[in-house]
């Protein structure tokens, strides 16, 4: 929900199905529908102002694009290794592990998305190449919703 309002230090919505927030630009998880809305704004625990109106709710999944495999090459395409997705507010986790469960790459609270170095894997550890493999990932997201994901695991694979 988007928050035009200005100077309110609090804010209190209100919605058809029940549901109540009070944060500045709450993120629920709704079905798809229409809604009414109440947006109550308080300033200084005393002045108040209030709107009310119907909404029409796009409900946004919350997946996460996981890939397969990276080839850091340095040609500026899949060089970097992270997770993707829509309705990802970000990644807790980001954990590589090679095929003797040693850690190369650690990161934690990072955007979805990133190629910042430090923010995703360059496929070095300890400043060395490591050779093309199988590698495990292990990986928590926090969705838009604030629900946290379960634990993500599985293979990918770097290529040289």
């Given at each position: 929900?988007?928050?035009?309002?200005?100077?309110?230090?609090?804010y209190?919505?209100?919605?058809?199905?029940?549901?109540?927030?009070?944060?500045?630009?709450?993120?629920?998880?709704?079905?798809?529908?229409?809604?009414?809305?109440?947006?109550?704004?308080?300033?200084?625990?005393?002045?108040?102002?209030?709107?009310?109106?119907?909404?029409?709710?796009v409900?946004?999944?919350?997946q996460?694009?996981?890939?397969?495999?990276?080839?850091?090459?340095?040609?500026?395409?899949?060089d970097?290794?992270?997770?993707?997705?829509?309705?990802?507010?970000?990644?807790?986790?980001?954990?590589?592990?090679?095929?003797?469960?040693?850690?190369?790459?650690?990161?934690?609270?990072i955007?979805?998305?990133?190629?910042?170095?430090?923010?995703?894997?360059?496929?070095?550890?300890?400043?060395?190449?490591?050779?093309?493999?199988?590698?495990v990932?292990?990986?928590?997201?926090?969705?838009?919703?604030?629900?946290?994901?379960?634990?993500?695991?599985?293979?990918?694979?770097?290529?040289?």
């Amino acid at each position: 929900m988007l928050n035009h309002s200005e100077a309110a230090d609090r804010y209190l919505w209100y919605f058809s199905d029940g549901r109540t927030a009070e944060a500045r630009e709450p993120a629920l998880p709704f079905e798809p529908g229409i809604y009414d809305v109440k947006l109550v704004t308080i300033k200084g625990g005393v002045c108040m102002d209030s709107t009310e109106r119907s909404a029409a709710f796009v409900v946004r999944e919350c997946q996460v694009d996981i890939p397969q495999a990276f080839t850091p090459n340095g040609d500026g395409i899949g060089d970097r290794y992270t997770l993707f997705g829509a309705g990802i507010s970000k990644i807790g986790l980001l954990r590589i592990r090679n095929r003797w469960g040693e850690i190369v790459f650690e990161m934690k609270n990072i955007q979805p998305g990133s190629q910042q170095p430090g923010e995703s894997w360059d496929g070095t550890f300890g400043g060395k190449e490591m050779p093309a493999d199988m590698y495990v990932y292990e990986a928590d997201v926090l969705y838009i919703d604030q629900k946290k994901s379960g634990k993500l695991r599985g293979n990918i694979y770097l290529a040289r």
